[in-house]
């Protein structure tokens, strides 16, 4: 079971930059990795992802905007988020599953994968 451990949250001002990584315990390559966020009084919403063949998806919302990466499917994998927006706000969690499972197929489904980290807060003011 992979364990997964966020970081570089902080609050920032709209237009800015943050970097979010997220520490993984083993070996990735049997997993789909990726992000997804919670508002208050909001559900989950994926944000990116890298799919079983290692190409990154994205939200609509972050297309452009937001890049994940990881290096050679180990060690960290990494959120760039610029030009940040004031919607962005909320609780950012690194999620994972089984290569294989429904939740890999695409990036709306990953929240609802069996792995998680325990989050970051990115608040963005106006």
């Known amino acids: 079971q992979v364990r997964l451990v966020e970081s570089g949250g902080s609050s920032v001002e709209s237009g800015g930059s943050l970097s979010l990584s997220c520490a993984t315990s083993d070996h990735t390559s049997r997993y789909c990795m990726g992000w997804y966020r919670q508002a208050p009084g909001k559900g989950r919403e994926g944000v990116a992802m890298?799919?079983?063949?290692?190409?990154?998806q994205y939200a609509e919302s972050v297309k452009g905007r937001f890049t994940i990466s990881q290096n050679n499917r180990i060690g960290p994998v990494n959120l760039q988020m610029n030009n940040l927006k004031p919607e962005d706000t909320g609780m950012y969690y690194c999620?994972?599953?089984?290569?294989?499972?429904?939740?890999?197929?695409?990036?709306?489904?990953?929240?609802?994968?069996?792995?998680r980290g325990q989050g970051t807060q990115v608040t963005v003011s106006p």
């Open positions: 999620a994972a599953e089984v290569r294989g499972r429904a939740e890999c197929t695409g990036v709306i489904f990953l929240p609802y994968g069996r792995y």
């Open positions: 890298i799919d079983v063949n290692g190409v990154p």
